[in-house]
């Protein structure tokens, strides 16, 4: 109890809210390293996902091979990303493995949305004389939309919590609150940052499903 009992202490400290490594600061650098990764995560696994659901050939290896990242480690990753001829300290290594982490959600649940259309429903559209175009975007990508944007939510969630290993590259974000607290033996600290990592892990969570549960019909499965 004391240690959390310190840990709030240092969490309601106006002083750690405020300058460059405060926690207004931290959490912002987080907040962007985040939507960056998540941007760049579903700009290369969803286009894949959705033209494999829609051919219905070559997903199911995709996914696969997307789910064999899993297995290794994020940190591992970054590791050998920072040892690499191309890596160095800095911003790419952690936003690649970050990406790399974030995909297998993405291409799974996007893919299974496509392939779990109800194949009467495509075939009335292609009887009504619709494009592959037409029918991708029509009918295929609005009805799959729920489990797309459930992939979106995982990928989002495992990134937020993961971004922490920024800070072994030299980057930003809370994960700089935790190492920091390492290096000046301040279990406290630590544990401040570990709660404001899982705090903003469960609001981004939160968010993703009032947003979804207050969106339009075809969002929510429904209608």
Do not use: K
Request: proline share 5%.
């Amino acid at each position: 109890m004391n240690t959390l009992g310190a840990a709030w202490d240092w969490l309601t400290d106006p002083g750690n809210w405020s300058g460059a490594s405060g926690i207004g600061q931290r959490l912002l650098e987080h907040l962007y390293l985040t939507g960056v990764c998540l941007a760049l995560s579903c700009l290369t696994a969803l286009p894949v996902a959705l033209i494999l659901g829609h051919l219905g050939r070559g997903g199911a290896l995709a996914v696969n091979i997307s789910n064999i990242g899993r297995a290794v480690p994020t940190f591992a990753v970054l590791v050998l990303l920072l040892l690499s001829p191309i890596g160095g300290y800095g911003a790419w290594p952690t936003v690649i493995a970050l990406v790399l982490f974030a995909v297998p959600p993405l291409l799974t649940n996007a893919y299974v949305g496509m392939r779990g259309v109800d194949r009467d429903v495509v075939r009335a559209a292609r009887g009504m004389g619709m494009t592959g175009r037409q029918l991708l975007s029509g009918v295929e990508i609005p009805l799959a939309l729920p489990l797309i944007l459930t992939g979106v939510r995982i990928a989002a969630v495992q990134l937020v919590a993961t971004a922490t290993i920024a800070a072994l590259a030299g980057g930003g974000g809370l994960g700089r609150i935790i190492t920091a607290g390492f290096n000046l033996a301040s279990t406290p600290q630590v544990v401040a940052g570990a709660v404001l990592v899982a705090l903003f892990a469960l609001i981004v969570e939160a968010l993703f499903v009032l947003g979804q549960r207050l969106g339009p019909p075809w969002a929510r499965g429904s209608g």
